[in-house]
């Protein structure tokens, strides 16, 4: 069974620090590249991240740009994101995406919340 499994959500005041994992079953974990988005209230789900399959090459988006760091382990098949200075409006559902050509894979995504 294919499968994304995020972890590392929860509760952090403003300011503190949160690592997200993304745990990979069923795939080919080495042949997808990885991207991380969120969806905070009101808005749609907007990239964050992303990360090439070898690891080599990443990209932020400007929300992520600075505070936030991908990285991943494909011995472990886990791609991670770290999270620091955190702000209240970055509370919200974070999710990981798996992608290779003709292939879209999410997880169920881990709820963030950032307390003032």
């Known amino acids: 069974q294919v499968q994304l499994v995020e972890s590392g959500g929860g509760l952090v005041q403003a300011g503190g620090s949160l690592l997200l994992s993304c745990a990979a079953s069923?795939?080919?974990?080495?042949?997808?590249?990885m991207g991380w988005f969120r969806q905070t209230s009101g808005k749609e789900r907007e990239f964050l991240a992303v990360i090439s399959w070898k690891g080599d090459n990443t990209y932020y988006e400007a929300p992520a740009r600075g505070r936030f760091t991908i990285s991943r382990d494909n011995a472990k098949n886990t791609v991670y994101l770290q999270m620091t200075s955190l702000k209240p409006e970055d509370t919200g559902v974070y999710y990981c995406?798996?992608?290779?050509?003709?292939?879209?894979?999410w997880g169920q995504g881990t709820q963030v919340t950032v307390s003032s």
């Open positions: 995406k798996a992608v290779r050509p003709a292939t879209i894979i």
């Open positions: 069923g795939l080919t974990f080495s042949s997808y590249s």
